[in-house]
């Protein structure tokens, strides 16, 4: 009789909070024949597996907080003082480092910081940078830590091809894992062929096609070098201007994203791409009132035309182009409304608050808060930071 409860468990007809079902005479003669074989026993156990991955974020969401959920959300530029001490206070999802939390530093001098960060969180933090090469370089750009600044992905491309480019992924990727750098805020995935572009010099630099070869196989590179990748900018910067000093308004249809600037985002998805970064760039075919970051439009393309299913992320929110849409400041909030994981801003003690009251005022579900945290949990298990 314990095989036959045992396996009704295992099929589903017994709920662990729910009265057991009356099972028929064929239900029963079926359970007791498969009880009865050790072999039909053995498939059963092996077909309920449990994913360890699925286990440990179930089992870290569950111990969390509500503080703790919402803190995680948060991939903060780091800030100059008191960084330790706010990771604990805040509960913090990550730090993004930039070039003067690197500068005249020795590598120890780098090891030693981020493990002093690392030692306040409870739940080990993502620490990412951007180390694009070319006009964005971070920890590159000491001598201490890299024998030069990272090259560009043109030049490198110009210099030796895409065995030059990859060389050079799994080369940087070294030096910033070793440094306590888990994450490269890369690759750019932006189709720009017009040196007058703005994102031009970041991007690759050549027609979508073979952008998407570039980024598919960049990613599938950080991947194997075990450092997490960020696709940007979605759904495609184009042509447009600089999103840091004022609102860029795309007005290209749609068809020109399905058949150019969504493909490198396509070729790094399918690669395993673990994060995309959403721009702030109003794009009117998509959504004619709202950025791309706040807009629930444009994320339910990322999801449900692109099948993305990992870790999405608002471009800085301290930028100018967001900063007229929310009237009382909790822009924090539309984003995650909008569908964006986690939030990268450097006013994270005014926009932690706030999410934190849209939640228990309920103007933002526990169930979305969730379904974010659960994301990011899983990113950082497959880093290896909840192993």
């Known amino acids: 009789m314990k095989q036959f409860l045992s396996c009704l468990l295992l099929?589903?007809?017994?709920?662990?909070?729910?009265?057991?079902?009356?099972?028929?005479?064929?239900?029963?003669?079926?359970?007791?024949?498969?009880?009865?074989?050790?072999s039909a026993a053995e498939t059963i156990e092996t077909d309920v597996t449990i994913d360890p991955c699925v286990q440990k974020v179930q089992e870290t969401l569950q111990s969390m907080t509500l503080e703790e959920k919402v803190g995680q959300m948060f991939f903060?530029?780091?800030?100059?003082?008191?960084?330790?001490?706010?990771?604990?206070?805040?509960?913090l999802?990550?730090?993004?480092?930039?070039?003067?939390?690197?500068?005249?530093?020795?590598?120890?001098?780098?090891?030693?910081?981020?493990?002093?960060?690392?030692?306040?969180?409870?739940?080990?933090?993502?620490?990412?940078?951007?180390?694009e090469g070319g006009t964005v370089t971070r920890a590159s750009r000491n001598?201490?830590?890299?024998?030069?600044?990272?090259?560009?992905?043109?030049?490198?491309?110009?210099?030796?091809?895409?065995?030059?480019?990859?060389?050079?992924?799994?080369?940087?990727?070294?030096?910033?894992?070793?440094?306590?750098?888990?994450?490269?805020?890369?690759?750019?995935?932006?189709?720009s062929t017009n040196p007058d572009d703005f994102m031009y010099d970041r991007s690759f630099?050549?027609?979508?096609?073979?952008?998407?070869?570039y980024v598919g196989q960049v990613v599938a590179q950080m991947k194997t070098s075990s450092i997490g990748s960020v696709l940007k900018h979605f759904p495609g910067y184009g042509n447009n201007t600089d999103t840091h000093t004022g609102i860029a308004i795309d007005e290209r249809p749609y068809e020109t994203f399905k058949t150019s600037d969504f493909l490198p985002f396509q070729s790094g998805i399918e690669l395993g791409a673990d994060a995309v970064l959403v721009s702030h760039n109003l794009v009117t075919s998509m959504d004619p009132n709202l950025p791309a970051s706040l807009s629930?439009?444009?994320?339910?393309?990322?999801?449900?035309?692109?099948?993305?299913?990992?870790?999405?992320?608002?471009?800085?929110?301290?930028m100018e182009a967001v900063a007229a849409y929310a009237e009382d400041g909790s822009v924090a909030v539309l984003a995650v409304q909008a569908g964006n994981d986690m939030i990268v801003t450097t006013d994270f003690e005014t926009q932690i608050p706030l999410v934190l009251s849209?939640?228990?005022?309920?103007?933002?579900?526990?169930?979305?808060?969730?379904?974010?945290?659960t994301r990011i949990l899983t990113w950082k298990y497959h880093l290896g930071l909840l192993n």
Do not use: W
Not at 11 to 38: F, I, K, N, R, Y
């Open 358 to 373: 849209a939640v228990q005022s309920g103007e933002l579900s526990q169930t979305q808060i969730d379904t974010a945290v």
């Open 11 to 38: 099929l589903g007809l017994v709920g662990c909070s729910s009265p057991a079902p009356t099972p028929t005479q064929s239900d029963v003669s079926h359970l007791e024949s498969m009880a009865s074989s050790s």
């Open 76 to 91: 903060v530029r780091c800030p100059s003082v008191n960084a330790s001490e706010l990771v604990s206070q805040y509960h």
């Open 143 to 191: 001598p201490n830590l890299f024998p030069s600044p990272s090259l560009s992905p043109q030049a490198l491309f110009a210099q030796g091809g895409m065995e030059a480019i990859l060389t050079d992924v799994s080369y940087k990727s070294q030096i910033l894992l070793d440094l306590g750098v888990n994450v490269n805020l890369a690759p750019v995935a932006d189709v």
């Open 93 to 131: 999802g990550g730090y993004i480092l930039f070039g003067p939390d690197f500068k005249d530093k020795t590598a120890q001098q780098v090891k030693d910081t981020i493990a002093e960060y690392q030692s306040h969180a409870s739940i080990p933090l993502l620490i990412g940078s951007d180390e």
């Open 205 to 213: 630099g050549q027609d979508a096609v073979a952008t998407a070869d």
């Open 296 to 318: 629930p439009a444009v994320h339910n393309i990322l999801r449900d035309e692109l099948d993305f299913e990992g870790v999405v992320m608002t471009d800085d929110l301290a």
